[in-house]
């Protein structure tokens, strides 16, 4: 579909809608590529790296690699089906070319060593010329770098990195930066490769050949990997785009999943609300391998346990508790939070932000999501070990000794801990799912003791969780704040769906908190979470509302309000954490919470209806 309309060469950009981008990696990192052809997000070698591409959080400082059509175009952006490779078409007056972007995988460990970027630029027809420009910016834009040509190469070479890039079209230094332009017949093509270099690995050169045969390797692995998905329903493509997405989010090394691959993206533009993603939420992971095991993709569910249990097994000692709320992709512990104010952020919208500060939350609910996708796992994968039933055990203990506390919620609010329901709900989940394991197992485990904590759980929120004057469950005691975590009680299978205290709640989350079927998390102003400002409706909470309206029967609306939704993917399929009254994706993007929760809802969706 065409996706941005008309370009001027190079120019007519300083910011581009978040949703004007494909995203393309090799499993450890990604890189953003506007409809444009520019690459306005890169960190290299890793999804948590300083970054090397980051025009998108400032256009003059931050760096990108633009590569286009040199005269006026229209422009169509598309994935080459079934894969990860992107492929961006520039149609002129002259003639239609194009840009095939991918970062090999499946080519073994010298590829992974070198962090390829490859920009394969073809000709289907007539003729286009193009221009190239390509102006690394290191360490965020703190760090100079000097350019040396050698032997038709560019060498990029800064204090603590060097990139290469070979080009199959002359090249020339200007600046810092390095620019190209050339013009290619119909049939022809010209080939860009940008490689980390330095240590043991040295440069080399990127011929067509070579690039031909590493794009048919990625586009073969990606369809390999893809072919073990079960999901045969209604909407196949949407739904493996997501599988596909949240695959790029895993970091192969370690078997981690990141939330998004970006940072400070604005949840709401020229406020405050700009975090970083880079980093493995618990939550946010677990739900990730269940979404994954619905489809079929046990291998990805193994390493995250693999991660698990390397990582963050029980035992820690912290006073949040055994586990953090999100960990680096290595496993680290430290996720120091500073801003880069030299940088001025997507469209103005400052601070930017590298770390997270709530890492050092407690949040309870990371102990149901957890120990639920470890229950799914053993169930639909392969039982978990001996050792690993110790941990759950461990962490099981933990929650029955401290799930009354206060805590920030499953939403990381900043303005102080409360006792929030959903935060209740998950940890009725960590404690009821483990007694499932120990029954159907026959596995050591103090049911007696887990069983009275569970029924002391389900109680509490029965009678303090439920608001006579709303008729509704609500956020959290003591209060009558809607809040749409709560969709999760049916979907937990914490309360009957057709309950009649349930079907009251959602038809008052429906009246306040749903607009057109996208709903807010809930309103910060009848709720303050310490921070200034609206923001967008929540596209997880959107999908988890077409999960409740599918099991309370109502399918109809479930469907609509599902189609509803779909229209407010990007051109790709892709989705932001928000949507803006206006329908623009906000925040960070992709981000791998949405996907997960289109996949539950299309799978619970077609079944309903078949």
């Known amino acids: 579909m065409d996706t941005s309309g008309a370009q001027d060469g190079l120019g007519c950009r300083r910011y581009l809608p978040i949703s004007d981008h494909g995203l393309i990696g090799d499993l450890e990192s990604v ?286 000692g912290r006073a949040s508790g055994p586990l953090q709320i999100m960990y680096g992709i290595d496993g680290r512990t430290d996720l120091p939070e500073h801003e880069l104010t030299h940088l001025e952020g997507y469209q103005g919208s400052a601070p930017v932000r590298v770390g997270n500060a709530a890492a050092d939350q407690l949040q309870l609910d990371i102990y149901g999501a957890l120990i639920d996708s470890v229950y799914l796992y053993d169930k639909w994968a392969q039982p978990i070990s001996s050792d690993q039933w110790d941990d759950v055990c461990a962490l099981v203990d933990w929650v029955c000794e401290h799930w009354d506390q206060p805590d920030e919620g499953i939403w990381e609010t900043r303005g102080g801990r409360k006792k929030f329901l959903y935060s209740r709900l998950m940890c009725w989940v960590a404690i009821e799912r483990a007694i499932r394991m120990a029954r159907r197992r026959g596995l050591p485990a103090d049911l007696p003791r887990w069983t009275g904590r569970r029924d002391a759980i389900y109680r509490r929120i029965m009678e303090r969780g439920w608001s006579e004057e709303r008729q509704a469950f609500v956020q959290h ?48 102003f009848s709720s303050p979470d310490g921070l200034q400002g609206d923001e967008g409706t929540f596209s997880i909470c959107s999908f988890w509302y077409v999960e409740a309206l599918v099991r309370a029967g109502r399918v109809d609306e479930a469907r609509l309000a599902f189609e509803k939704m779909l229209t407010y993917a990007n051109h790709l399929g892709l989705y932001a954490e928000e949507i803006s009254h206006t329908g623009e994706q906000q925040g960070n993007f992709p981000q791998a919470f949405t996907h997960l929760a289109l996949i539950s809802a299309a799978f619970n969706l077609d079944r309903a209806l078949s």
């Not at 890039?165 to 010209?190: I, N, Q």
């Not at 700009?274 to 994954?292: H, K, S």
């Not at 709640?505 to 908190?513: G, R, V």
């Open 31 to 316: 890189a953003l590529v506007g409809t444009d052809g520019t690459i306005d997000w890169y960190c290299s070698p890793s999804f948590d790296s300083p970054s090397v591409f980051a025009s998108i959080l400032d256009a003059e400082r931050g760096g990108s690699f633009a590569l286009a059509a040199a005269v006026p175009a229209r422009t169509k952006q598309f994935y080459f089906p079934d894969t990860n490779v992107l492929i961006t078409r520039f149609f002129t007056d002259g003639g239609v070319g194009e840009v095939q972007d991918f970062m090999p995988v499946g080519g073994g460990a010298t590829e992974a060593e070198r962090h390829r970027l490859i920009r394969r630029v073809l000709c289907v027809r007539g003729s286009v010329p193009f221009r190239a420009r390509v102006a690394p910016r290191f360490a965020y834009g703190t760090r100079p770098h000097t350019v040396r040509m050698s032997d038709g190469m560019a060498v990029f070479e800064s204090a603590d990195m060097s990139l290469a890039l070979t080009a199959t079209v002359p090249a020339e230094a200007d600046g810092p930066d390095v620019v190209a332009e050339f013009e290619l017949g119909e049939g022809r093509s010209a080939v860009f490769a940008l490689d980390q270099v330095g240590g043991e690995v040295t440069p080399r050169g990127c011929a067509g050949t070579e690039a031909q045969q590493q794009f048919a390797a990625t586009v073969t692995y990606w369809r390999r990997w893809l072919s073990a998905s079960r999901y045969r329903g209604r909407w196949r493509e949407m739904v493996h785009r997501s599988a596909l997405t949240l695959k790029l989010l895993t970091y192969a090394p370690t078997g981690a999943i990141v939330a998004a691959p970006t940072t400070s993206l604005p949840e709401r533009f020229g406020g405050e609300r700009n975090w970083d993603y880079r980093y493995v939420w618990v939550r946010d992971a677990a739900f990730c391998v269940y979404a994954l095991l619905r489809l079929g993709f046990a291998g990805e569910a193994e390493a995250f346990m693999r991660f698990l249990t390397r990582h963050i097994g029980p035992g820690d």
């Open 477 to 524: 005691e003591d209060d009558d704040v809607l809040d749409a975590s709560v969709l999760m009680m049916p979907l937990a299978k914490f309360i009957a769906p057709t309950d009649p205290k349930w079907l009251s709640t959602l038809d008052a989350l429906t009246k306040d908190l749903v607009s057109d079927s996208l709903v807010y998390r809930y309103d910060p």
